[in-house]
C-alpha cells in the first residue's frame, strides 16, 4: 500500500513538473535544446555562468518531461533523444542560438540539436543561421548608424555652403 502512495506522489510532482515546462515553453522568445553530454566541470561551468548573464535559463530535463510539455504547449515536430539540456530565454531571441553556438565551437562535446523560435519548431541549420546574426546591441548599433547617415549628410552639406560662403566672403 505504501509503493502506491510513492508512486501517487512521483506521478504528482511528474505532471507538476511537465506544467512548469510547458508554460517555459509557452512564454519563451526561443528554445535551443543542446545534448551537452561530456562537458568538463570547468566548460560546464563557464557555459552556465554565459548563459545566466544573457538572462537564459538553462536546464538538464528528462525527454520524458520535455515531450509532454511540448505537447502540452501545442509544439509538434520537436525530437527529443539522446541527452538534452534546455535554454529558454523570454526576451532575447538570438541569444541562446548564439551562445550555444559558439560555446560548440570551443567544446567539441557541445552539439546543438535543434531549438523552438517564437513557437515555431526549428532544425539546427535554423538555429545556426540564427546564431550567426548580430546580437541584439549590434543590430541596434546598425539601426543608428543608418539613422543617423541622412542627418550627418544634411550637416555637412550644409557646412559646406557655410564653408564656401565664408571664403567668398
Do not use: H
Amino acid at each position: 500500500m505504501s509503493d502506491y502512495k510513492v508512486n501517487e506522489a512521483t506521478i504528482a510532482a511528474k505532471a507538476e513538473l511537465v506544467d512548469v515546462y510547458a508554460k517555459k515553453f509557452a512564454e519563451a522568445a526561443s528554445v535551443v535544446i543542446a545534448d551537452s553530454r561530456g562537458l568538463t566541470v570547468d566548460e560546464d561551468t563557464q557555459l552556465r555562468k554565459n548563459l545566466r548573464e544573457a538572462g537564459i535559463e538553462f536546464k538538464v530535463v528528462k525527454n520524458s518531461v520535455l515531450r509532454r510539455a511540448a505537447q502540452k504547449a501545442g509544439i509538434e515536430g520537436m525530437d527529443f533523444s539522446g541527452p538534452s539540456a534546455v535554454a529558454f530565454s523570454n526576451e532575447d531571441v538570438v541569444a541562446p542560438a548564439k551562445i550555444l553556438s559558439d560555446f560548440a565551437k570551443t567544446a567539441e562535446n557541445l552539439e546543438v540539436k535543434g531549438g523552438i523560435i517564437e513557437g515555431k519548431v526549428s532544425s539546427q541549420a535554423e538555429i545556426a543561421a540564427l546564431a550567426a546574426l548580430p546580437s541584439r546591441e549590434g543590430l541596434l548599433s546598425m539601426l543608428l548608424s543608418v539613422l543617423q547617415a541622412p542627418v550627418r549628410n544634411v550637416a555637412l552639406a550644409v557646412k559646406a555652403v557655410a564653408d564656401k560662403a565664408e571664403s567668398a566672403a
